[in-house]
């Protein structure tokens, strides 16, 4: 057996048991081979500026979740209108890890990556790896359809920077995401009940609601981490922008702040005044959001992908809206109208792709102007280029999320360690989450879990770090 098949056995054995354990695991493990494999290449002009080889396939693989996969079938038409030469091969699959690890390992991976879902390849691991083509080229590239412009300067403020390490872009995270709290405007103008602004409200009408006999609350049980986000986002607004500062920089102590601590405990009352729904550790995000649409609880939390995630079975007149979260009190440093919003969605362009500037060309076609506003008609949700969702008829989840982030304003707050490091809060947040709200466990030991869980990447040196600056 020659030193590359021993390599690429024990590779391929690591990759094996990741598929049986979550996603991510793969650290330190290098993937791919250095093939010398040509790249397709064309020549570059003003109306090629990335270079693309007209006749070159394009291979695209798209993530089938929220978004569907129809939203992708409507750019590929678009890239084919300036490049009908190329043969584009289309497929959406669930488990991106699954499916796309081999390809990395055998290094022939696709040419465009929607690198998304519970089943993603850890971004971290990717870019440490080299796996990932350096973006600033399409990022410096003249936009597609506004003159004057660079892709660049036609995206929205914070755009580029979850998908920046240490200085260069890997990563385009496509979809502008808000998130927050969710509920039903119908239900609560029916029941005349106000969305709370502080913490005090916010129990109090959870006491009304359950005397309705509603649940309050429920939640994406088999995915707890969704519970961890208005933890933190409480401690944000309490403690400032700096506790996500810290959370990203891996610092002692982050997670056992006092900022964590009072949101961790007022979180708490929830669980032990059983203000959740019975039954919803067990439950799926799907299953989750069903009930949520059906009435069965008042509250859940998600990101603005909820719309048309759930649009096959909510209600006519359902009108889920989504809020901040309520303030702890007077001493919040941010005010109640701040709200986490970010660039979502990745996409990625694979170093190793036979048609990397076809890929990018791709990506190009998705940030033009056209590109993005027929996402958004069709999936109701953000993208991150400015002005896409201009003159579009929004439902009323999206049009929420379009006020909400007007109301933020220069307040807007998020963090990146779950792009950094996404076993962190795949696999050891989403654990102590999963004991924190089914009530095996209190806030102290919660946050406790959660700070090891941190240490222990810290510690890690087959994890590369990553600091935020801003």
């Known amino acids: 057996m020659t030193a590359q098949e021993i390599r690429r056995r024990t590779v391929l054995g690591t990759a094996a048991a990741a598929t049986l354990a979550p996603a991510g695991l793969l650290a330190g493990c290098a993937m791919g081979s250095d093939d010398g494999k040509p790249k397709e290449e064309g020549q570059a002009n003003a109306k090629n500026p990335l270079g693309v080889k007209e006749d070159a396939a394009l291979e695209i693989v798209i993530f089938n979740g ?12 678009m890239y084919k209108e300036n490049f009908p030469k190329a043969e584009i091969k289309h497929s959406a699959v669930t488990e991106i890890s699954k499916t796309m690890q081999p390809r990395f390992i055998d290094g022939n991976p696709p040419d465009v990556i929607n690198n998304s879902g519970a ?6 691991t990717l870019v440490s790896q080299n796996q990932l083509a350096d973006l600033a080229d399409l990022l410096n590239a003249p936009s597609l359809d506004q003159p004057g412009k660079t892709v660049r300067q036609t995206l929205l403020p914070g755009a580029v920077e979850t998908g920046t390490f240490d200085g260069k872009t890997f990563i385009l995270n496509y979809a502008y995401t808000v998130y927050g709290i969710w509920y039903s405007s119908k239900l609560f103008t029916d029941k005349g009940w106000q969305y709370p602004k502080t913490w005090d409200e916010h129990i109090a009408l959870c006491k009304t609601i359950k005397a309705a006999g509603i649940a309050p609350w429920t939640y994406q049980g088999l995915h707890p981490r969704y519970m961890s986000w208005p933890v933190i986002s409480t401690a944000i607004k309490f403690g400032g922008q700096q506790v996500a500062m810290n959370i990203d920089n891996l610092e002692p102590n982050a997670w056992t702040s006092d900022a964590m601590k009072q949101a961790a405990s007022a979180w708490h009352q929830i669980v032990k005044d059983g203000y959740i729904l019975p039954g919803s550790p067990g439950l799926d995000h799907k299953q989750s959001q069903t009930e949520w649409c059906n009435g069965k609880a008042a509250f859940i939390s998600c990101g603005s992908w909820l719309e048309n995630e759930q649009k096959a079975v909510t209600p006519a007149g ?52 056209k590109g993005a506003k027929d996402f958004t008609g069709k999936v109701s949700s953000l993208t991150i280029v400015a002005g896409a969702a201009d003159g579009i008829s929004l439902g009323s989840g999206l049009d929420s999320c379009v006020k909400a982030l007007k109301d933020s304003g220069d307040k807007g707050f998020n963090w990146i360690y779950p792009v950094y490091y996404r076993k962190l809060e795949r696999n050891l947040v989403d654990a102590a989450c999963g004991e924190f709200f089914s009530g095996r466990i209190g806030p102290d030991e919660f946050l406790t879990k959660c700070q090891k869980g941190a240490d222990e990447i810290a510690a890690d040196t087959t994890f590369k770090k990553y600091k935020r600056s801003a």
Do not use: W
Not at 66 to 75: D, L, R, T, V
Not at 344 to 349: A, D, K, M
């Open 119 to 124: 089943g993603q390849i850890d971004p971290g």
């Open 66 to 77: 929220g978004f569907g996969e129809e939203y992708a079938k409507s750019h590929e038409v």
């Open 318 to 369: 359902f009108n889920m809206v989504v809020a901040p979260t309520p303030s702890l009190g007077s001493g919040d440093k941010l005010p109640f109208a701040a709200i986490r919003g970010t660039a979502g969605e990745p996409f990625v362009v694979p170093a190793k792709a036979a048609n990397e500037r076809g890929g990018k060309e791709y990506l190009r076609t998705m940030l033009s102007l």
